[in-house]
């Protein structure tokens, strides 16, 4: 295998357990914008991931445009994913986009802006000053890319925890299924005809990843050829500054962490307004990201009650 394909495979686990596209699969991916770059957080130093210490990344998904930059869109998801090598666990922690926060280019606005004022660095820094946490590295992407990789792996399973319509008019039912490209992006971008919008679609978001990474997992332990294919829906478009042995071990890090030992959570706050939008004001210092700051991770016996506000 070659060093690009080597690339190209630690690139797809990592899309694995984020759960967003890897690929466009469009006719001509020579020419087309990444539609996921891996990098390190901050430049000035490299992260230590064989050890013991907690392991911070922070992933995003960018709601731009086929056409535009990832970085020119807004943050549409946004999830520190904390994993612990000692304990083998890992937790997601969503960031609802409306949260009204520090802005690290200057000002206090919606999260969600961060990335097209300062790209990821800003949106980096603005959650790094929000939660107190220095992150080893981010993963940034596009919504629509993840309808092409999961048709290219014949459908996303996933476990619908209640039923609910989606913004298309999908009737969503509870319980095992498995979605098309358009109904995962639809499942994981439906916000109003949930109980509690935003907070309710950021845990879905979650739910996606972990779909992602627990089917990958599946088929690779059933059949271990299944890796070729989905080597074979990420290896076009990826980008990323982070040397071959960083990515080897990242991924070989993520795989240890078996999925009944990857929480899933939101940090959630209060509605209001600003400026006559609605906003989310989250509560200084908030206990899920004090929790996960401090380690990595959180026991689902120490998860608040509202922050798994449906299912």
Known sequence: MTGRQLVATVATLAAGLSGLGVATLQATPAVSAPVLQIGAAHAEYGPTITGNDPIFILILGSDSR????????????????????????????GIPRDSYVPIASGGTNKINVALPQGGPEGMVATVEDLTGITFDYFMLTGFEGMTRIFDALGGLRIDVPYAFKGYENTDFTAGPTTMTG???????RTRKSLSHGDFDRSMNHGRIM???????????RRDPTALFRWIAAGMRNVSTDLPLDDLLALAFTSWEIRPARLTNLVAVGEIGTAGGASIVSLPSPHPVLEDIAADGFILPEDIPADAEPAG
């Open 66 to 93: 086929p056409g535009t930059a990832l970085e020119d869109g807004l943050c549409d998801s946004i999830h520190i994913l904390g994993i612990d090598p000692k304990t083998k666990r890992a937790t997601l922690v």
């Open 182 to 188: 358009a109904e995962a992006l639809e499942y994981s």
């Open 210 to 220: 972990l779909a992602a990474f627990s089917q990958f997992r599946a088929e690779f």
